[in-house]
């Protein structure tokens, strides 16, 4: 009784956790000078990811492989079909010329290049797939010409100021923050861990499924809050460029960490859920064309909703316990 309870109370402590990270980090940037810049680029693309790393470094620690995969590719699933879905239904979504011949590709890009690594045994026909430590130093490769990237464009993103906290600590409490949002990401991500694992043999369902479904949803709550608020108050390319470079960060960077740390096996049946990764940034690319142009619209929101509320059903109703 006692796991259910700590894997509820594990994701209080991952989001909170993040969040007073967040803050002290904000705090300690600001008293080193550091431009509001780097700090928006770093609370946004970062920030709303540390969830997923720290479930999958600490997956990767204990072996559980399947939550680690499960848990990127089904948030970066989310991301799009639910986040995005939801973010443009509360207001239709504009991006720029950039987002959609740039970014947009780019993360349709890191889901293609991770088809490729996790099959490679298959497509050489010799062995079972895995991602290998070489794969995840490939992944931190394409990471720094994203951050490259990023850095490039800093200048031309507009908003970011109101996803940054306003306040300033001193360096007690700014250290204080940092050190306990660590430990609440560490410990809500251990709870979550050891709870899905619980969960699955308790429902008789995959490790894999509540990877892709529960876990992915709960650690993808930071971008849905920081998605949902910048669309409510009009900021629309941050509400899609905050989903589409956490997307390309989970894939990069999280499974980056997380195949150096271990090498993760990759199930065949793992690319049913890697083709839905790729359908969803195809499907956002191809958004961008219909209706209104380089535009999300509220129906297509809609449209995104559906298949999501689709495609967790027929997991749910599809899975069972691995043999």
């Not at 594990?10 to 080193?32: E, M, N, P, Q």
């Not at 949803?217 to 460029?241: F, H, M, Q, R, W």
């Not at 859920?273 to 142009?293: A, Q």
Request: hydrophobic fraction near 55%.
């Amino acid at each position: 009784m006692l796991t259910p309870i700590l894997f509820v109370i594990g994701f209080v402590f991952l989001v909170k956790g993040a969040d007073l990270l967040v803050d002290g980090a904000t705090s300690v940037a600001r008293r080193l000078n550091v431009s509001d810049l780097v700090i928006g680029l770093t609370v946004v693309a970062f920030g709303t990811s540390t969830p997923e790393l720290f479930v999958n470094i600490i997956a990767s620690f204990k072996g559980n492989t399947d939550i680690a995969i499960g848990n990127v590719l089904g948030s970066n699933i989310a991301n799009i079909l639910l986040i995005l879905g939801i973010s443009s239904i509360l207001y239709p979504l504009a991006v720029t010329k950039g987002t959609v011949w740039k970014e947009i590709p780019f993360s349709l890009l890191a889901a293609i290049v991770l088809l490729f690594m996790a099959n490679d045994r298959i497509l050489d026909g010799a062995g079972a797939s895995e991602l290998t430590r070489i794969d995840g130093l490939t992944f931190f490769c394409f990471f720094t010409i994203f951050i490259y990237y990023t850095i490039s464009i800093a200048a031309r993103i507009e908003g970011m100021e109101e996803h940054i906290s306003a306040r300033q600590y001193g360096w007690p409490r700014s250290l204080l923050y940092m050190l306990v949002g660590l430990a609440g990401l560490t410990i809500g991500g251990k709870w979550i861990v050891d709870g899905a694992v619980a969960l699955a043999s308790h429902l008789g369902i995959s490790e894999s499924v509540i990877g892709l479904t529960i876990v992915a949803v709960g650690t993808s709550l930071p971008e849905l809050a920081t998605s949902a608020v910048a669309a409510y108050k009009k900021n629309v390319d941050i509400a899609v460029g905050n989903v589409v470079g956490s997307n390309i960060f989970n894939i990069f960077f999280v499974l980056g960490i997380s195949a150096t740390i271990r090498p993760l096996p990759f199930q065949t049946k793992n690319n049913i859920d890697l083709g839905m990764v790729i359908l969803s940034s195809l499907m956002l690319f191809l958004f961008m064309f219909t209706g209104k142009k380089r535009s999300l619209d509220r129906w297509e929101g809609i449209v995104c909703l559906i298949i999501y509320v689709g495609y967790i059903t027929i997991l749910i109703v599809l899975g069972s316990t691995d043999p």
